[in-house]
Structures are given as C-alpha cells and as structure tokens.
C-alpha cells in the first residue's frame, strides 16, 4: 500500500517545483541561523537569494562527519535549544559521538517516512511488530518504533539481546512483522528451525537495515521464514531509518526525497555523476528545523535512477550499495571506524598503537577480532597476566566501539606498518 | 640467589617453537630446562639457558617479546612426599605459587624452577627450613 501518495507519486516537475521551494526556504533558515553555514555560504559568495530552483543545490556547500564533531553537540542547530524534543548519536570517527538534534517536526517527518516504509511492505494496522533494534541513542530501536506507532500496528519494543524470548512472544503474540539487522533475522531464523517452530510463525513481513546485505539472504530469509523482506536504509545525521526503501519489486530503494533530497557525486572530484552511474550519496534535508544539513556526504556508494516503478511511486531509487568511500565498518548495525580503536588503545598505557581488525560472519552474526601487540612494555610471565591484559583491552574497546570484540595477542612487529596508511582491517565477510 | 628465567611470548602459529629455540642455538645458548604454558591464542615458553642474557638480547633482537623474571631454583630429591614437604614451607610463610617445572634430575641434581607471589619472602622462609637453593651460575652450567 501506497501511505502518502501525493508525496510517493508526485509528478516530477511537481517534486522538482516543490523541492526548489523548500530548499530556498531551507538554505534561507541556516543562513540565517547557523554561523557555520553562514561563513561557509559567504566564503562561496552565495546568499540566500540565489537559490532558488533545485538545481541550484550544486552551488551550495558540503557537510561532512568532520564538521558535525567540530562542532559538537550542538554547534549546528538552526533553532533554540528549546525546541529541541530529542536528541540521538552515532559513531564519530574518533572518541566523540555524532550528535543530532530533533525538534517536534523533525520527529514527525522521520515518523511519517518510516510509515511510509511500513507501508510499502505491505505492513498495515492489524499487524504486530516486533522491533529488534537497539533502543536508546542508537536511531534504529525509537525510529521504526515511531513510524510502526503512527502506522497503527501493535508495536512489541523487543529490542536486541534476548533470541529466545523474542521467539517466544513471536509464537505467542502472532507476531506478523518485524524489524532488525538483516543477519539478527537469519540468526533469529535459525533459532526458529532448531527448536521446530517453523509451523507456529505467523509472520509475513521483515524490514531489515543498518548493516549491508545481499539479494541472496533476502531470497535465504524469504524461504526460510515464507515471509516478504524489504531494505531499509538511512543515517542518523540526515534522521535515521527510513530515508529509503525498497518496495514489493525489489528494484532499488525509493528515496524519500520530499525529506531528504538525493545527489551523487564522484567522491574524488566531488562534481554530480549521471543517473545510473555509481557516486558517493550526498542528502540535503529539505525540511529539517532541528539541525538541518546542506549536502551531506554520506560516504555511502550507490547510484539513483528517475525511472517510474512498477509499483507507481515517482520517487528516485538508489541501488544496492556498493560499499563506502571511506573506511567505516558496520559491524552487528554498528558503525565503528578504525580510528576509533586506534584512540581507544591509546588510552591503554600497556598497549601500542598497532592493531589489526578482522571482521567475519559466522552463523549470520558479524564477529570482530582485533589483534594488538604484545611488547617488552606490558609482556609478562603469567599467563594470568595476560589474560587480565587481554580482558581490559577487550573492556576498553566494547567501551568505545559499542560492540564487543574479542582480543588476540600477538607478536611484536608482526602487524603491518607503513609510512602512510596502514591496512587496518580485514572484512571477510561477502556483500556482492 | 634467584635464578633469570628467560621467557618468550610466543603466537601458536607453525613453525615458531622452533624459530625461538634457532635463535639460541645461532648464539651457541644452551637450554638447561624448558616449560611451555600454552592458551588458545598464544603460548609462553619458560627456560633456564646457559647464558640468560645473552639469550634474551638475541631473542629480542629478532623481534621476540623476552624478558627475565626472577625464579627460584630448588633442589628436591626424588622420593615419596619430598615435594609435599617443600609446599609446606609456602605455606606456613602464605606464599602462592605463580607456576613449577622441573630444572633437572638425576646425577645428584634434582631440582624444581618456582615463581611465587614474594620472591625475597619465599627464599628467607626456605632458608629457616633448610631447603637448599642453586644458586644460578650453577644453574645455568646443569648439563655442561
């Protein structure tokens, strides 16, 4: 079902009018508003006035991670701090979190798309929905809740940690949809077939996000569970779940562009590439009063087409994703930088700052090795020892990394160095 | 009066007991006792060498974590309820014991490597007692 058709199947020229309109609005309230946008416009010699159709988005400037931890936490709200209803957070590349901001009407937008998602996989008011993401700072867990909220469906806040019991309300409850990390789902699927409940699931809808996935476990979840599974993407720093979507026809994800306006660009030469040509995604938030961003690169890689759907949407669709122009991981639906261990095991007096990452997948759970070094400065005799070393290195990097991993000590000298950058991480797991 | 153990960290990967134990031979180090501790993930191998420190520069020097710790080196005679003879001295003095292995035997020189929580205390407690201890550049010569 189709939840807000006016907006999913505007015309083109219509989108296209009504984004011009909002952005000029948009480009007008920052600023105004925000000194770094300001100073950012004035450097360019922009003003506001001279931006008035969507395709002036081109002339205006680019946000990156970088400017929101430089100014942390709250040095891009376009409004007081007053009208702020919630705040959410996600992986900065070092120690310091992103930080967004939302007012009442940010919060109703994200709602409203993520309904729309719900929607579009054919979720309705009848169905139960269990939400197997994270709750708290984390976008996932309130983000699908919300939406599912405002749909009218009958929400279970599941969130993540405890299979067994998920399984169990999911028999009990006549659980029809539900929403988590697309290996979780295979993990739960797994649950399901060892302890012989396959014939007591009722569900019949999975929304899957906040970690890459193939059309292979998709067509894996599908068979395994006899339900329909559809993508969702989306990042906190432009609202969180929910920015795209990809409908019955599974032909790319519908983007959510009244919102959240789409460009893609040669990550290198940072100049626009054609429809269908994969880029770096790149959103302007129309509509956002909280802390609005002017293209924002995701560092996510992709391409869009116009191309009307089959289901009658108008809206754009980004393809698979290909990957990230930058070194970010998603691990378990965690976004963790190398960096981040890189700062974290400087803090452990004992260690040096040579580490290896090896991610895998095992039995659908993303696993996180990190090899660190063993030198004269923290080597000792007793195993005892050791281990304690181990458990605090482990301790400090589930502390910074907000997943687990589990450490290996090696020899000196045996992690890769360079001059320049090092090969930090392995990721043996398949996404293509 | 403490004998330097020379310990190494090593990974369990193939091939690396052996690249340790080349390292001392090129150096013409004799390696007078052995104790591998092994974990999932790495080993720690213990020895008592002829020349300990020797034995760690040249170790270090091709990359190896090594150091030297301060062991006791005991001597024990073979018969029945020697051993249990000896751990009650740590005991009455309160001294844990970190780990043991064997230095030698035979020849009139049966002997226990020991590492225990307070070193200084254990061998002034072994003295009241009685117990004999090597002392190390005898150590290092068992067997030359």
Redesign the interface.
Known sequence: MIWNETKECMSRDEMKTMQGARLNKLVDRVYHNVPFYRKKMQELGIEPGDITRVEDVANLPFTTKDDLRDNYPFGLLAVPQSQIVRVHASSGTTGKATVVSYTRKDIDAWQECVTRVLAQADIGRNDIMQVGYGYGLFTGGLGLHYGAENLGATVVPQSTGNTKKLVDMMVDFNVTAIACTPSYLLHIAEVIEERGLRDQIKLKAAICGAEPWTEEMRLQMEEKLGIHAHDIYGLSEIAGPGVASDCQYHCGLHVYEDHYMPEIIDPKTLQPVGEEQIGELVFTTLTKEGMPLLRYRTKDLTSITYKPCECGRTLPRLSRFKGRSDDMLIIRGVNVFPSQVEAALLEVNETTPHYMMIVDRVNNMDTLEVMVE???KF??????E??KLTKKIEHVLRTALGIGPKV???????LERSMGKAKHVIDNRKFD | MFVKQLSVFIENRKGRLEDVTNVLKDNDINIVSISLADTNEYGLLRMIVSDPIRGKQALRDQGFSAMLTDVLAVRLPNGVGKLQNLLCHFNEAELNIEYMYILATGSGNDSMVIKVSDNEKAASALEKAGVVLFNPDEAYAIHE
């Open positions: 063993v030198d004269e080597f000792s005799d007793e195993i005892r050791l281990e290996k000590l090696v020899e000196p000298k045996t």
